[in-house]
């Protein structure tokens, strides 16, 4: 959790036992007390095949806002150094990371930096795998919000957004990509889970699972007939990349006058 105490975004992590008794010292385990600041965009935290914890979140301690990861053991041991792993440098806004651990017990990362999307992935022992500067998803418009999936041994499919027009209300599409373990694309194009816009700029991070078979579903409500009344609509992708749900996906409730939300 962020611990507000000294006036500062202090990082604290506390572990349980089966009765819900700390097992670590009572004002949990400081991992960061470096500068943040005076507000937050987003965080995330796993858990790795060695039970160990895996956690990135975003602060000012460089004066840019940068994504660092911590991976700290099931014993309270900070394995990638006291200050964790930096993933970003430079004046870009770096913001939302989300994360994920391959079967292969690898982490990798993503999140936004302005206008493009950036992964890394981390070897257990805290080598960067993909260059120091990771891997960018640009183009002429901006890319957002990314979310991770691990998939095979050692793979993850990315879903993102593309925007265009103004960021207040930007017409908003929905893609995936799924990376090999080297960091290649393994489809020979990106997954349209939906184009049909309507998504606003508050709706963000998606419900986003495995079918079993290593392709995934995703759920979503958007307004894209305009008529202000939001729609849930629900998208299978298979394993190859496959739109198996028609295109721009299933619409799951034709309740008339009704907003149907998250």
């Known amino acids: 959790w962020f611990s507000n105490e000294s006036g500062n975004y202090n990082v604290r992590l506390q572990k349980l036992d089966l009765l819900g008794n700390p097992l670590w010292e009572e004002e949990g385990l400081m ?3 470096n500068p943040a600041m005076t507000w937050l965009t987003d965080w995330d935290m796993t858990v790795d095949l060695e039970d160990g914890v895996v956690l990135t979140f975003q602060d000012i301690r460089n004066g840019d806002n940068d994504v660092f990861a911590y991976k700290i053991s099931a014993e309270g041991e900070f394995i990638w150094g006291e200050d964790g792993i930096e993933l970003s ?3 870009a806004f770096d913001a939302a990371p989300k994360i994920c651990i391959t079967a292969s017990n690898n982490t990798i990362i993503t999140w936004q930096a302005d206008e493009v999307v950036i992964l890394q992935k981390i070897s257990p022992g805290g080598d960067k795998l993909w260059g120091d500067n990771g891997i960018t998803l640009s183009g002429s418009n901006t890319f957002s919000w990314p979310q991770l999936l691990p998939v095979g041994l050692d793979d993850v499919i990315l879903k993102y957004f593309e925007d265009s027009g103004v960021i207040w209300a930007p ?3 929905v893609y995936a990509r799924r990376y090999d373990a080297d960091g290649n694309p393994a489809w020979a194009d ?6 049909a ?3 606003s700029a508050w709706t963000q991070v998606f419900p986003f699972i495995n079918d079993g078979e290593d392709g995934f579903f995703i759920a979503w409500h958007d307004d894209r007939d305009g008529d202000n009344h939001s729609s849930t609509f629900v998208q299978h992708i298979s394993a190859d990349g496959e739109v198996l749900l028609g295109d721009n996906g299933t619409e799951a409730s034709t309740q008339f006058n009704r907003h149907n939300f998250y």
Do not use: C, L, Q, Y
């Open 31 to 33: 991992v960061s007390d």
């Open 89 to 91: 440098t430079g004046p």
């Open 171 to 173: 017409t908003r599409h």
């Open 190 to 195: 990106d997954a349209i889970i939906s184009n």
């Open 197 to 199: 816009g309507g998504i």
